[in-house]
């Protein structure tokens, strides 16, 4: 079996993807995007393992519910989007056999049998896999949104991939709220600059990415980089091979993208 690559994806603006009229409309190519992921990759996985931007914590946690519940963390949707399910089981197997991996790295960790998935779990997910039918396991960042921790994060967690585990980063490339269309330009010379940088082998990506905040577009597409950290640990557990652009979009003005980690 082909090893399973890992992949920063978008998950989209909270419920978007779930609702109708304008908004659904300009999430609409990011939906087609997710939806396509199933057919670009060498296999069904066996497990999910989804780092989410909206989940922050002095030690790297993993939910280790078998039945996790849904966290709606978005504010002044319409209410059937609190309504939405997404009835995967969780895997506290995998849950601790990645805490293991981080451990054995030098890294603390946490199993947390307790947390639920938040919107950049299950939103995403469930367009990706509308069935639930794959386990899934959610991991937090660390708190200190430090670029190069993340990525040894997922250089500890890519033996998972010769496993039919699917690494995926959920957060979204561009992600300045406050200033959406002020900066939309920056965005472009980013994804240039990521572009170019993700295309190297492991050290240099990892470096390169280390520096992200002085990059064309940087700071004015991540204002705070909890969004653009799950790309560290996506990357960080690829090999020496070059990330690969699967997919560049746009959100209304805005550049959006995804990369894959063989």
Request: hydrophobic share 40%; glycine share 10%; net charge negative.
């Amino acid at each position: 079996m082909a090893r399973m690559p890992s992949l920063y994806i978008p998950h989209g603006g909270g419920p978007s993807f779930f609702m109708t009229g304008e908004r659904k409309q300009r999430y609409q190519p990011t939906e087609d995007f997710l939806r396509s992921i199933p057919h670009i990759l060498p296999a069904q996985p066996s497990a999910i393992l989804i780092i989410t931007a909206h989940w922050e914590t002095r030690i790297p946690s993993f939910t280790g519910g078998m039945r996790p519940g849904l966290i709606y963390d978005y504010y002044g949707f319409p209410p059937e989007t609190y309504l939405l399910e997404y009835p995967a089981e969780g895997s506290p197997t995998l849950a601790e056999h990645a805490a293991d991996l981080l451990r054995q790295s030098g890294m603390p960790a946490f199993v947390d049998p307790d947390y639920g998935w938040d919107h950049g779990v299950f939103i995403p997910l469930k367009v990706m896999y509308p069935q639930a039918e794959i386990p899934v396991v959610a991991m937090s960042l660390q708190e200190s949104l430090d670029p190069n921790l993340h990525s040894h994060l997922g250089r500890a967690l890519s033996p998972l991939r010769d496993e039919n585990v699917l690494i995926v980063g959920a957060g979204m490339s561009y992600h300045n709220l406050r200033n959406f269309v002020v900066e939309a330009p920056a965005s472009f010379a980013f994804h240039d600059w990521l572009d170019q940088t993700l295309a190297s082998p492991w050290e240099a990506r990892c470096q390169g990415l280390a520096q992200w905040q002085l990059a064309p577009g940087g700071r004015a597409s991540h204002p705070r980089e909890e969004h653009l950290l799950p790309l560290m640990v996506a990357s960080g557990a690829g090999s020496d091979a070059p990330g690969r652009s699967i997919w560049r979009g746009a959100i209304g003005p805005t550049c959006i993208g995804a990369w894959a980690f063989d």
